[in-house]
């Protein structure tokens, strides 16, 4: 628009000028901006487009995507969009009613201006009127304008208008799909449920049916059971139990025999041995049963003192092809330990370069009960011994207070109340073994060395416990893949 002088602005009379009605309200923003071009032609403004997509592109988009989830949309889900949809509508209604009372505004405006600007234009002459007359035809043009996008907001209200009633169809539909399928849903449930308590009550009743028939077959056996009993007893009941009373009294007897029969052959291999070594100067006196003990007596007043020899035990093969020197078994006391049962203990004793070889009349019997307490204690996870210290790394040891041995699985330990000496996994370089030295109660004692430079020597209670606890030893070593064994000897 053509820029007004100021000179000749201030000789236009203000008050012939009409105002704009103060009723007229728009929207800021509202309508385009417009400028003159060639030939007197309105050109627009390009402005930014804040409104996002068109209507058309928004109804294309959101029927291609609805066409595209239609398969994997649950009809549930379908519904919720129609709803979605049907406010979107809704919102885009309100938004062409906005637009066409915007519109209205316009066009008052703009007939105001024309009307000002014809009140103008009969006041002025010369090149100002010119510039009055150019403005009318502006606001002429601009009224078209308005028209035209005015024809475009009917068209786009009526699209809207039957996008809403479409989607408000179909979001009635998707509804009563939703209805159907609950209502499918709801009986094929009642089924189900229908057929699990007859499943139920079908699983109570054979319940009740198997309860009653084993309380049956119990009676049963009952019946015969106490029938057989007086059968027994109606057929001679007094002889039957004569014999089993004899049969008892033979198994006594037979057992009895047996041990007397062990006990006859070994004084008979014990005179022939003591007659084939009349002329011996030695001879090995003790019991040769696991847990006693065993000592090399002088038969004749002209025998060296043992004191002045030296002495060494062997553990002999059964086949007595080979000698299995006894590692620090050099005294002439020997406790046999539990590889020594089943085997002839031999000892050798010289003196002045004069060896005499003296051995047991018969191999190593096992102690008595022995196998069965073993066997009771294999059945605990761990075994605790009380024993007392008699010895820490070959030193005396002055506390005689008792000490717990625990033998496990895995390790052993020991300790006195809270105070842990030793606890020691098996490995390799751990031995275990009877007592070789002559030591006090040496049928009692046991040599255990937990580790490289720490060794003890262990005094039980009973010789039963103290060869238990070498066997289990032994046994829960051998199943961590250790032998354990004393030193020098071959396993």
């Known amino acids: 628009m053509t820029k007004i002088s100021p000179e000749f602005e201030d000789q236009i009379p203000t008050e012939g000028v009409l105002s704009v009605s103060a009723d007229v309200s728009f929207i800021s923003n509202g309508f385009p901006k417009y400028k003159l071009g060639p030939n007197n032609q309105i050109l627009e403004e390009p402005k930014e487009n804040n409104d996002g997509p068109t209507l058309k592109e928004v109804v294309e988009r959101e029927t291609t995507h609805l066409s595209e989830q239609h398969k994997r949309l649950s009809v549930r889900d379908l519904a919720s969009k129609f709803d979605k949809n049907l406010a979107s509508a809704a919102k885009l209604s309100e938004e062409a009613k906005l637009r066409e009372v915007a519109s209205l505004e316009g066009h008052v405006l703009l007939k105001k201006l024309r009307d000002a600007l014809e009140h103008l234009r009969g006041r002025l002459a010369g090149r100002n009127k010119e510039d009055v007359?150019?403005?009318?035809?502006?606001?002429?043009?601009?009224?078209?304008k308005l028209t035209q996008k005015e024809g475009e907001l009917i068209q786009e209200k009526f699209e809207v208008k039957k996008l809403a009633s479409f989607l408000k169809q179909a979001s009635e539909d998707a509804k009563k799909l939703v209805n159907q399928e609950k209502s499918f849903a709801c009986a094929e449930i009642e089924s189900a449920r229908a057929v699990v308590q007859r499943i139920g009550e079908a699983l109570d009743e054979q319940d009740t049916t198997s309860e009653a028939s084993k309380k049956q077959d119990v009676e049963e056996l009952v019946e015969v059971v106490q029938e057989a009993r007086r059968i027994k007893l109606m057929h001679q009941p007094s002889k039957v139990m004569d014999m089993e009373h004899e049969l008892r009294a033979l198994r006594t007897q037979i057992r009895e025999k047996c041990i007397f029969s062990v006990k006859l052959q070994k004084e008979l291999a014990m005179s022939k041995w003591a007659e084939e070594n009349k002329s011996c100067l030695y001879l090995i006196d003790g019991s040769e049963t696991l847990g006693a003990y065993l000592r090399i007596q002088p038969r004749s007043e002209n025998a060296p003192q043992l004191s002045k020899c030296a002495i060494q035990w062997y553990r002999v093969s059964s086949d007595g092809s080979r000698n299995e020197a006894i590692s620090g078994a050099n005294k002439s006391i020997y406790a046999p330990e539990p590889f020594d049962v089943g085997r002839i203990l031999q000892a050798d004793i010289i003196s002045n370069d004069q060896r005499v070889t003296v051995?047991?009349?018969?191999?190593?019997?096992?102690?008595?009960?022995?196998?069965?307490?073993?066997?009771?204690?294999?059945?605990?996870?761990?075994?605790?011994f009380n024993v007392v210290i008699s010895k820490v790394n070959g030193q005396d040891h002055p506390s005689h207070s008792v000490h717990a041995f625990h033998v496990g699985k895995m390790r052993m330990k020991l300790s006195r109340g809270w105070i842990t000496k030793?606890?020691?996994i098996y490995s390799s370089s751990m031995q275990l073994c009877g007592v070789r030295g002559d030591i006090t109660n040496a049928a009692k004692a046991m040599f255990w060395q937990a580790r490289k430079g720490l060794s003890f020597v262990l005094t039980f209670e009973t010789e039963r416990e103290r060869n238990a606890a070498i066997i289990l030893a032994r046994k829960y070593a051998l199943d961590c893949n250790v032998m354990l064994a004393g030193p020098d000897d071959r396993v």
Do not use: F, H, Q, W
């Not at 150019?134 to 078209?144: D, G, N, R, W, Y």
């Not at 051995?359 to 605790?384: F, Q």
């Open 133 to 144: 007359e150019k403005a009318i035809s502006m606001v002429e043009a601009l009224a078209v």
């Open 359 to 384: 051995t047991t009349a018969c191999p190593i019997d096992p102690a008595a009960g022995l196998g069965s307490y073993v066997d009771t204690l294999l059945r605990k996870s761990n075994t605790e």
């Open 422 to 424: 030793s606890r020691e």
